[in-house]
């Protein structure tokens, strides 16, 4: 089995009727990293939810294939599932601040995930919990057990989540904009954190993220996400190398890259806002704010292959 | 503005019984005061026995059960009004003078809320009434003195809230007194989260009489106050459940009619006070 | 948070003092209590012999310091009606009360609780609403009526449970209900709010993300961070049942501290009524002091403060 998780044509709706999701294809493989990007509102979080399982009361979703390992998740009850998340999969946030339980020790939270999925004793628990504190890069780790969530600061909050969610050596790992919330500096610690326990734990990593300057540090593939569905996606060298897809381009244009940016030109950036996508949408939903629309744009979009492994959703000629 | 069906009940029931109050005297088939002894404990009119002179039957004394239980809702709504006009008076001062100069002042306001809290509301309402002596005046003046901590405590966090807007800020540059101010910009503003209180004070006064009534000490016979009325055929209550049946049920639809106007005021003025 | 606690027994104090003053005072509302206890045919010899006996010739502010410097003591004065001291009336009838008072608590947690709980859960559903239809319901109930349509159902027609008394434990569980269902619709109220803002809560996706049970997502992180106002509420309708239960003690012929109220304010046994204000106000602010307690074991945020 090559992937770890592999997702073709998942589609999430909600009880208010809009789309968040629709038809979203990728492929994660163990010690790989997986960027999905796009702005906020994109739909990247639904679709780490609907892999979870973790959507809102009134929400829907299908897939043709949804498969974990070898879980089909579409076929999975919610007590299946409770037994994989957690322990083969496992999922970190975007607030640190408010992800943990405010009445209980970190000690207590960390050790539960194993008392529930392994029948670990506390102590065991807390032994293991202590180990991976530190691991995280945690000192005095058996004092932060004792402590509560509010004694703790915003990345070391991170860090706790981080180690809660290798306390049953998870499989994958999905990381929701895990350092949007925190200081730059914290940032590219709890980066290189991830970078380096992927490495060592051999995780298939999905990250979530709005910043391309995380994409290109941390990316061996990556997704770009716009109105529910990926626009791009390819290895990120490729990506990165020949953007394809006007919203791709747009996005990159919005950052400026020193030596390469010209100081007196003003960056770009991309006009009008996201369409609300309701049921019976067609066309491109970038359409309005494309410069290269045409009356194609309406209709079914083709997935063209700009270059081996790098597919991009347009109608443009790419040849 | 949309009207949910609860809040149109409460509308429904309160209005229904404002109109019966008001015309008590043409709608009551009887005096509700008229003895017959030759009459007495005759059953609504539906249960075997009945008497189609009397709809809701008869008590005790041969007196005309439906036209007491209408002369009772006078009672149970000038009541409810009064003592909400009463303790809303006392709290609504309390409570905005409290929230409005903090401090100190704010620590007195709080420290009588938390006395008035701790003071157990029938034992002393019955205490005052025993010893002045029952009658509707001494039951809406005890209740008013006691019912006010509710509105002190809105009025006082609703104040809070209210004083450091830019309007107030405003009038005060303009040297605006601070009378001026408390009344004419605080107090309007504090009035929806007022309203909400009232009605919910309003349905505990005339729960309160009832009860008071009931034990003997609040409103004094033969007034036909439901809860007397209740008090009355307790002693019959084995043989002819009715008697107690009908008052209480009428003192039921008034409070939920009351409560439900109360959330639906609730909901449309968007207020967030929470019981 | 000892700091906090300290001020807090300090306020519950001077509570209790201002009572005392309350209490005082009402019983000398009527005027001239001599002629109260005197009745309508005692004359006035009577009624100088009753003032100087009970003390009542004294100044008022004289008659206050004795009554409560004696009342701090444990000496709560002599009943008129019973001859007897007043502190041992109340311990006799005190343990009825506390029982009723506490199976109200009971059975008002018992059911607020898991209808706040499963109302929550589905907030928005039919079921929902029908739950906050028993709210509403509890709200409006004459709570002595209900009694009294209690006592005839299930005391004369099913014949199941006691209707007075309480010679046996299952005495409690009638007059309890009544006394629940007035601290029922609160209670349930604010589990449901609590349990709403919890379950929709970041922390309650992380649990459910380590995939925890539902029972341990509901029960052990949703409910914890919901139940501190509950019991706050919880103690404050302790309280207030307490005071309440003199009409229920009436209705189910219960001689407790309420009953005894009742008779004392009927027969101007001014000593008791006093004694039982005074009681109820202490337990009311004890109560309160211990939900403050309980909340801050609830709380750690609270603890560091």
Not at chain 1, 230 to 239: D, K, L, M, Q, T
Not at chain 1, 272 to 295: K, L, M, Q
């Amino acid at each position: 089995m090559r992937h770890v998780l592999d997702i073709v044509n998942l589609r999430t709706g909600f009880a208010d009727g809009t789309e968040a999701v629709r038809g979203v294809s990728l492929q994660v493989a163990r010690g790989e990293t997986h960027c999905l990007v796009g702005e906020s509102g994109c739909g990247k979080s639904v679709t780490a939810l609907s892999v979870m399982n973790l959507l809102p009361r009134g929400a829907r979703r299908s897939a043709d294939v949804l498969r974990f390992q070898d879980h089909d998740l579409t076929r999975a009850s919610d007590r299946d599932m409770a037994r994989l998340r957690g322990v083969k999969m496992a999922m970190i946030f975007q607030e640190p601040m408010t992800s943990l339980n405010p009445a209980y020790t970190i000690g207590s939270q960390m050790a539960e995930v194993l008392e529930r999925h392994r029948g670990a004793s506390r102590a065991q628990a807390l032994e293991r919990a202590a180990m991976l504190l530190g691991r995280v890069g945690i000192t005095a780790p058996g004092m932060r057990l004792a402590q509560y969530p509010h004694q703790l600061s915003g990345g070391l909050r991170q860090r706790v989540m981080i180690a809660m969610a290798l306390m049953c050596e998870p499989e994958l790992l999905i990381a929701d904009e895990p350092t949007t919330a925190l200081d730059v500096t914290v940032q590219a610690q709890i980066l290189r954190l991830l970078q380096a326990l992927q490495a060592e734990f051999g995780l298939a990593l999905l990250l979530i993220t709005h910043d391309l300057g995380i994409v290109a540090r941390m990316a061996q593939r990556v997704s770009v996400m716009y109105a529910g569905e990926v626009v791009e996606s390819g290895s990120a060298e490729a990506v990165f190398a020949a953007p394809s897809h006007p919203y791709t381009q747009g996005l990159l244009a919005c950052i400026p890259v020193p030596g390469k940016t010209p100081r007196d030109e003003p960056l770009g950036s991309i006009p009008g806002t996201v369409p609300r996508i309701g049921r019976d949408f067609t066309g491109c939903a970038f359409r309005d704010r494309c410069g290269h629309a045409s009356n194609a744009c309406s209709g079914i979009i083709p997935r063209q292959d700009a270059a081996p492994d790098h597919a991009v959703l347009c109608t443009m000629d790419l040849a | 503005m949309r009207i949910s069906a609860a809040t149109f009940l409460g509308l429904l029931i309160v209005g229904a019984l404002v109109l019966t109050a008001l015309g008590a005297p043409r709608l009551a088939p009887w005096d509700p005061f008229a003895q017959d002894l030759m009459a007495r404990m005759i059953p609504p009119r539906w249960m075997e026995g009945g008497s189609p002179a009397h709809w809701l039957g008869t008590d005790q004394l041969g007196r005309d059960y439906l036209s007491r239980l209408i002369y009772g809702s006078r009672i149970s709504l000038m009541i409810g009004v009064l003592t909400v006009v009463t303790s809303g008076f006392i709290g609504t001062s309390l409570g905005v003078v409290g929230g409005y100069f903090g401090g100190r002042t704010d620590d007195v306001v709080m420290f009588a809320i938390t006395c008035r809290l701790a003071i157990p509301l029938i034992l002393v309402a019955l205490t005052v009434v025993a010893l002045i002596g029952s009658s509707l005046t001494v039951v809406v003046l005890t209740l008013g003195l006691l019912l006010w901590e509710r509105f002190a405590v809105v009025a006082r966090t609703t104040t809070m809230q209210v004083r450091n807007l830019d309007y107030i800020a405003a009038a005060q540059a303009a040297g605006a007194s601070t009378l001026h101010i408390l009344l004419r910009e605080v107090l309007p503003n504090i009035l929806p989260h007022l309203v909400v209180v009232a009605t919910l004070e309003m349905a505990l006064a005339i729960l309160l009489e009832a009860a008071l009534s009931f034990l003997g000490l609040g409103v004094p016979p033969p007034l036909p106050s439901w809860g007397l009325m209740i008090a009355e055929g307790k002693d019959y209550m084995f043989f002819s459940p009715w008697v107690i049946m009908v008052p209480g049920v009428a003192l039921f639809v008034l409070v939920l009619g009351i409560n439900l106007l109360g959330d639906g005021l609730r909901d449309l003025l968007g207020t967030s006070q929470r019981r | 948070m000892l700091g906090f606690l300290f001020r807090r027994a300090v306020l519950a104090l001077l509570v209790c003092l201002t009572v005392l003053v309350v209490a005082f005072s009402l019983t000398r509302l009527s005027g001239d209590l001599a002629v109260s206890i005197g009745g309508p045919n005692a004359t006035s010899e009577d009624i100088a012999t009753i003032r100087k006996n009970y003390g009542l010739d004294r100044p008022l502010p004289v008659q206050f310091f004795d009554w409560a410097a004696n009342a701090a003591s444990g000496d709560l004065g002599r009943s008129y009606l019973y001859h007897a001291p007043v502190s041992g009336l109340i311990k006799e009838r005190l343990p009825i009360t506390l029982g009723l008072g506490l199976s109200g608590l009971a059975i008002a947690l018992l059911t607020a609780i898991p209808l706040g709980i499963v109302s929550a859960m589905r907030e928005g559903s039919v079921l929902d609403r029908a739950i906050g239809l028993v709210a509403l319901i509890g709200q409006a109930m004459p709570s002595f009526w209900l009694g009294l349509v209690l006592v005839i159902w299930f005391g004369l027609k099913l014949q199941w449970l006691p209707i007075s008394g309480v010679d046996t434990w299952d005495g409690f569980i009638l007059p309890g209900i009544v006394l629940a269902f007035s601290a029922i619709p609160a209670l349930l109220r604010l589990t449901r709010a609590g349990m709403i803002e919890a379950l929709s809560s970041d922390y309650i996706r992380t649990a459910r993300a380590k995939g925890l049970s539902t029972a341990s997502i509901v029960l052990k992180h949703a409910l914890r961070n919901a139940a501190m106002p509950v019991v706050s509420v919880a103690a404050v309708q302790l309280g207030f049942m307490l005071g309440g239960s003199i009409v229920i003690e009436t209705v189910f012929a219960l001689h407790g501290i309420g009953y005894l109220a009742w008779e004392s304010i009927s027969k101007n046994d001014f000593p008791v009524v006093q004694a039982v204000v005074l009681l109820l106000a202490m337990i009311y602010t004890g109560l309160t002091l211990l939900a403050d307690m309980m909340n801050a074991v609830l709380d750690p945020r609270l603890r560091a403060g």
